[in-house]
């Protein structure tokens, strides 16, 4: 595989044919946030959290799934960025209801991390307050849609990982929400499992196991790249 | 040096962010020494002052009452603080806005889980009206700075009034919850 060679931030990099430009950032030490990445998942670009600005291009790009190409020239961090990035993750609290004070992640929560990466204070947008359920039909693990942030880990995790599908998502917009099997409980997905690698994945609140209250949930999200890289090993 | 006129509000909260600045213990007499406490919950004092210099308010504003010494706090104030989770995001104190209005908030605590004969109380004129959404201290007035935390720490409450009394500007990054 043949190399290229890129600016990242005025330094040069060089990265693998074919590498996206999250990992070639990465490679060089310099951290470029994200939210629906999962290391050892595929790549679906939902959260915008990643995006970067890249010389020639009007557009901003995500990180995630930007092939790296020779000479191109990356900005991951201007102030223009760091903008989007706060009004991004303003707009993700907004968007359902976090009550982190009440929340089974507070202090393990990939959001709660990120509001501090990007330096939110406050949110300036008015919160949508929506009424979202919370289903414990499941006799291990329960799905509460007012912390679910609608990265698809959890979607690709079952799919990729598992090789199921009993996630997926339903509705469009704001009244999108994740599902289990044809919009059943997921008490009644006879698909699911019971594996847990959905709750591996999830980088919020939203997925829990039955039982856990406030600030209980820990995850090691890397245990899904664990997985990945075993497999890849072995076939 | 002149003295600082610091006053703390007790809005829609617990008063667990009144309970960490308490727990600030023998400092408080140092405060106290650079400091006088102008309003708050644990004084006596029922008129908001005017010409405050800092005032911490803890709570979510969720009623007409919270409205008013907003607004009486932020004319009357020059460093207006949201302390805590609920001033900053309306949190606890919020939870009630999936529910809709007040009449849906009334009807679902009182008739749905209440007894089978249960009645809304009529409080007209007796406590403050409820707002139909409760929102965050900066949804109503210009807020200066945000201490979240439920509560905040006691440290942090003193870090950042040590950091004000100072006259520097707190940079400390603060996670929710
Ligand atoms: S999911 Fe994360 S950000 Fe949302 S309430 Fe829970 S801890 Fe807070
Ligand atoms: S349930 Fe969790 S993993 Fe699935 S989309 Fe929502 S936040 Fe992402
Ligand atoms: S932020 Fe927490 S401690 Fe402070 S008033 Fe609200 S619920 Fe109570
Ligand atoms: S991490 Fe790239 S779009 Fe979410």
Request: glycine share 8%; aromatic share 4%.
């Amino acid at each position: 595989m043949s190399a290229r060679t890129l600016t990242i931030n005025q330094t040069l990099v060089s990265a693998r044919e074919g590498e996206s430009v999250l990992e070639a950032a990465r490679d060089a030490g310099i951290t470029i946030p994200t939210l629906c990445h999962l290391d050892g998942l595929s790549e679906v670009g939902a959260c915008r959290l990643c995006l970067v600005e890249v010389a020639g291009s009007s557009r901003l790009l995500p990180a995630c799934r930007t092939t790296v190409s020779e000479g191109m020239q990356v900005q991951t961090d201007t102030p223009r960025l760091q903008e989007y990035r706060r009004a991004i993750v303003e707009l993700l609290f907004a968007e359902r209801n976090h009550v982190c004070a009440v929340c089974v992640a507070s202090g393990h929560c990939d959001l709660q991390d990120l509001a501090l990466h990007v330096g939110m204070t406050h949110v300036r947008y008015e919160y949508l307050a929506p009424s979202c359920a919370v289903d414990t039909s499941h006799p291990r693990f329960g799905i509460d849609h007012n912390r679910c942030v609608l990265c698809t880990r959890c979607v690709r995790a079952c799919d990729e990982v598992e090789g199921v599908h009993t996630w997926d998502i339903a509705g469009r917009g704001v009244a999108a929400r994740v599902i289990t099997d044809l919009n059943v409980p997921w008490g009644e997905a006879t698909s699911c499992t019971s594996c847990g690698k959905c709750l591996l994945a999830c980088p919020t609140g939203a997925i829990f196991p039955r039982g856990s209250t406030v600030a209980e949930v820990q995850r090691d999200h890397s245990s899904i790249t664990r997985i990945m890289t075993a497999r890849g090993e072995r076939w | 040096m002149e003295r600082l006129k610091l006053a703390t509000v007790w809005l829609g909260g617990c008063s667990g962010c009144h309970m960490s600045l308490l727990d600030l213990d023998e400092w408080l007499l140092e405060l106290a020494t650079v400091a006088d406490l102008v309003y708050s919950p644990i004084s006596d004092v029922k008129i908001f002052p005017s010409d405050v210099d800092l005032a911490l308010v803890e709570g979510a504003v969720a009623n007409d009452e919270h409205l008013e010494l907003a607004h009486t706090i932020r004319r009357q104030t020059k460093t207006v603080v949201a302390l805590g989770d609920c001033a900053v995001t309306g949190n606890v104190t919020a939870l009630r806005n999936p529910l809709g209005s007040v009449r849906d908030v009334l009807q679902e605590v009182y008739i749905n889980h209440g007894s089978p004969r249960a009645v809304v109380p009529d409080t007209s004129g007796i406590v403050p009206v409820l707002l139909d959404r409760v929102l965050p201290l900066h949804a109503v007035v210009p807020v200066d700075i945000f201490l979240p935390g439920c509560p905040p720490s006691a440290a942090r409450i003193k870090g950042l009034i040590e950091t004000l009394l100072a006259g520097k500007v707190p940079t400390e990054p603060v996670r929710f919850g």
